[in-house]
């Protein structure tokens, strides 16, 4: 039988927190609605149910192992919560064993996909309503190929637990389709992430795009006459590298009655943000090995690291300037951390997507990819993540796919987390190296 590749990339979260760039694009004639939740009040903090706390810690879990799995040895940044949001998309779509392997391998065990949507969607609407001078929104949108109609009880979960807007399109021009779905992330991400996708990019046989963005912008905590990081307090300073080799960075300097942790062979640092419910926390190994603490977190509880806070010492801060960029194909980790039926043609079940067509048609993931940006400086931090996951259908079975004081000087290489500290969700994720 002939095989006839369909491709979905499904755009699925876009993660950000300030607004530059531009980037040219062909006029967009119908662009996709932007609908989230909009808090009116704020919330004192993420009010969740013992099993939903679970999947926080799950979840970050998972954060860390992913963080292991791609780690380089260079600059990196990733987001454990737009990969999340990602597959929770993507597994709406799927049935039987590829759905429990999805569930799984996120850390919602046997309490279904019902559970993780309800989750999904109490994060959604409390996130953004822990601070108000933090802005954060999260925001998803479906742009359906009108020849390949999504089936009524799909379209009603994503958008009933995802406030997504749904739009359907002919596809016959890749260039339009590329139009509005870089119009709808420039306009989500106020064009920090610049053009997502190229009309070439676009296959003759794509039949859908699910996006998702996340949208974060906060400065650091602090007044007008006293703020965390003044410009005039950086200046250049030596970071040495795990090599041994040293650099001249731009060093921010600080010192305040810092939150901070020791732990068994390395320190962690709490920097707070606008009121103080969003915060980064640095990493940094007591030895010169980040190597050996990337390791040493997959296995670590990162709610064990936030009960061990202490604020007893004035902490003197050095910190470097740093801006990170990087795309990452995630097939290799996330294959080797458990998800397996999914990408293999055959074994995959994405059958709660579309509606049935004449013939029988077969999907899998193709691809999984993140790109991610961040920007640390003296006033805040700015942030982008975009998770695209890439999906294949074939009318037949194709191959498989397998007072006292502390020094905090952040002068070699170190783990970065940016998280809400009243759900312990971790956003962010990276590494620093200097390179």
Request: aromatic share 12%.
């Amino acid at each position: 039988m002939r095989k006839i590749n369909i491709l979905i990339t499904v755009f699925i979260m876009i993660t950000m927190t300030a607004c530059n760039g531009f980037f040219d694009r062909e006029k967009v004639k119908n662009p996709i609605e932007i609908t989230f939740p909009t808090p009116s009040e704020a919330i004192t903090k993420v009010t969740l149910t013992p099993t939903q706390q679970g999947y926080v810690e799950a979840g970050n879990g998972m954060a860390f192992r992913f963080l292991d799995k791609m780690y380089n040895g260079d600059n990196m940044i990733v987001s454990p919560l737009s990969l999340q949001y990602a597959l929770a998309m993507t597994a709406n779509g799927a049935s039987g064993e590829t759905l429990q392997e999805i569930i799984d391998f996120l850390g919602y065990g046997n309490d279904g996909i019902a559970a993780l949507n309800a989750y999904c969607k109490t994060m959604l609407e409390q996130l953004p309503a822990v601070d108000l001078d933090v802005t954060l929104k999260l925001t998803d949108a479906l742009l359906v190929n009108d020849q390949f109609p999504l089936l009524e009880s799909f379209r009603a979960t994503v958008q009933n637990n995802y406030y997504a807007a749904v739009e359907n399109m002919d596809f016959s021009s890749p260039s339009q389709v590329a139009a509005t779905i870089n119009d709808w992330a420039k306009r989500n991400t106020n064009g920090f992430i610049d053009k997502v996708i190229e009309p070439a990019e676009i296959s003759a046989e794509a039949v859908a795009f699910l996006m998702n963005a996340l949208y974060f912008k906060a400065k650091w905590a602090g007044t007008e006459y006293e703020p965390m990081f003044r410009e005039y307090g950086t200046r250049e300073d030596t970071f040495t590298r795990t090599d041994k080799s040293t650099v001249k960075v731009p060093m921010m300097n600080n010192m305040q009655y810092h939150a901070y942790a020791e732990m068994d062979g390395y320190k962690v640092l709490a920097l707070p943000y606008a009121n103080g419910k969003f915060k980064m926390y640095i990493l940094l190994p007591d030895e010169n090995n980040l190597d050996a603490l990337v390791s040493k977190l997959a296995t670590t509880s990162w709610k064990s690291i936030l009960s061990s806070f202490k604020r007893d010492a004035e902490v003197y801060v050095k910190l470097p300037k740093f801006d990170i960029e990087n795309k990452f194909n995630l097939n290799d980790a996330l294959q080797s951390l458990g998800l397996q039926n999914a990408f293999v043609s055959g074994k995959a079940q994405f059958d709660m997507m579309f509606q049935p067509k004449e013939v029988q048609y077969y999907y899998w993931i193709d691809r999984v990819i993140q790109k991610a940006r961040i920007s640390v400086a003296e006033w805040g931090t700015e942030a982008a993540a975009v998770t695209v996951v890439e999906m294949a259908g074939a009318t037949d079975v194709g191959p498989g796919v397998e007072p006292k004081r502390v020094y905090f000087y952040a002068d070699h290489p170190f783990v970065f987390v940016i998280g809400e500290s009243t759900s312990g969700t971790i956003l962010f994720e990276g590494t620093y190296t200097g390179k």
